[in-house]
């Protein structure tokens, strides 16, 4: 199993661009998370997805859209890109229900906006 | 507010040495405390859950310990190895989906 894998590792904006950043995993779970880790701050929840199909809002959803046509993939779009966005971006993923069980982490995409 | 703060933010040890890292919260209700390990450029991947009624819980060199009633944790770690150095982040679950991450602390390990 490839687990969590995240594309691309890096990339730079510049400010009101959009791009969308990949998230796979292979391990048939249900739930999946994007979160942003700034410097100096613990993760923060952007978006949750419990299933195809149906997505919610985490603590920090403005400025960004995700979709879930399938188990495996969740993207996660940022439309008008701006520089409070500069961030690192994780995608992870659960195999019970909840955030409160072990997350299954990818690599993370290192987002730069100028 | 359901805040989890670490400490110390960074640490230096000798390769060898034993460290501790503390993590102090306030979520409640309280359903689970779990121990990541963050390698550089990397996503956590966790080391140790803990439940209420746990108080110790161990994964090879690492120990990690809960006191339920004063809300705090530690992660002890023995005879460090240079791969050790990594951040530690502290995440401590108040139910479902309420999951509230600490800073972590970076740790490095030097020869």
């Known amino acids: 199993n490839a687990g969590v894998t995240q594309t691309p590792k890096f990339r730079i904006l510049k400010i009101g661009q959009s791009m969308t950043l990949q998230c796979t995993q292979d391990m048939n779970h249900n739930y999946m998370y994007w979160y942003r880790q700034d410097p100096g701050m613990g993760l923060k929840l952007i978006y949750y997805s419990v299933g195809a199909g149906i997505t919610d809002k985490g603590e920090v959803p403005n400025g960004y859209n995700v979709s879930r046509s399938t188990t495996e993939d969740f993207p996660l779009r940022l439309e008008l890109a701006a520089p409070s966005q500069t961030s690192v971006y994780f995608c992870?993923?659960?195999?019970?229900?909840?955030?409160?069980?072990?997350?299954?982490f990818g690599p993370g995409t290192r987002l730069t906006v100028l | 507010k359901n805040q989890v703060e670490q400490s110390p933010q960074s640490l230096i040890i000798l390769e060898g040495k034993n460290c501790t890292l503390q993590?102090?919260?306030?979520?409640?209700?309280?359903?689970?405390l779990r121990w990541y390990k963050q390698d550089t450029g990397r996503g956590p991947v966790s080391l140790t859950i803990?439940?209420?009624?746990?108080n110790t819980k161990s994964n090879g060199r690492y120990t990690a310990t809960l006191d339920a009633d004063t809300k705090q944790s530690s992660l002890h770690i023995t005879a460090s190895q240079l791969s050790d150095s990594a951040s530690y982040i502290c995440v401590v679950a108040g139910g479902y989906q309420k999951v509230t991450f600490g800073t972590g602390t970076k740790l490095q390990v030097i020869p």
């Open positions: 993590c102090n919260y306030t979520v409640s209700p309280f359903s689970n």
């Open positions: 992870a993923s659960t195999a019970r229900q909840g955030m409160e069980n072990e997350q299954f």
């Open positions: 803990m439940t209420f009624s746990e």
